[in-house]
């Protein structure tokens, strides 16, 4: 039996969960989402309590038991509080500012880039620290990982958009016998 899977999901106050035909509807404070169910796998929604349940003991029943119940648990995460990633942007020069809620990025280039939020994601930016929040946690981790691709981290200078606490090792560069010390004969 799967370990996720098995395990009961706790609907905190002020989410409301909905079974719509083959689809949980799950509505909080921040907003709606809907998680589709496969044909093997049901939901039952009892005492403010959620059991994720396969039909049979097929190969892909138990491949979507857990995947399905950690999706509906992170629906009712999101609903209620938000998901968040932070990115730093690091280099001399490098800025990050919203206008128009478009993400505007310095970092380097002749040209700035603009990236267009995803429909329901926030972005805000702050000391050059963006912040990216939603209710949706893969579109939340997919918009930040779309900012940091525009500059990945330098691994000579550390120059770059990375994710806050997020460690790059840094190389040391190239050495000519000039720049080192010459011992004399």
Known sequence: ?????????????GVSLTKVDNNVEIKGQHGRLLVKLPKNIVCEI???EVF??????????KEMHGTIRTHINNAVYGVSNLFK???EVRGTGYTANIENNKLVLNVGFSKSITLIPKEGIKITCDNNIITVTGINKQLVGEQAAIIRRQRKPDPY???GIRYVNEHVATRVGKRTESSSVVKAK
Do not use: F
Not at 1 to 13: A, L, Q, T, Y
Not at 52 to 61: P, S
């Open 157 to 159: 200078k550390g120059n």
């Open 52 to 61: 994720v349940k396969r039909l049979n003991d097929t190969k892909a029943a």
């Open 85 to 87: 990633k932070e990115l």
């Open 46 to 48: 009892q005492d403010n």
């Open 1 to 13: 039996m799967s370990r996720i899977g098995s395990r009961v999901i706790k609907i905190p106050n």
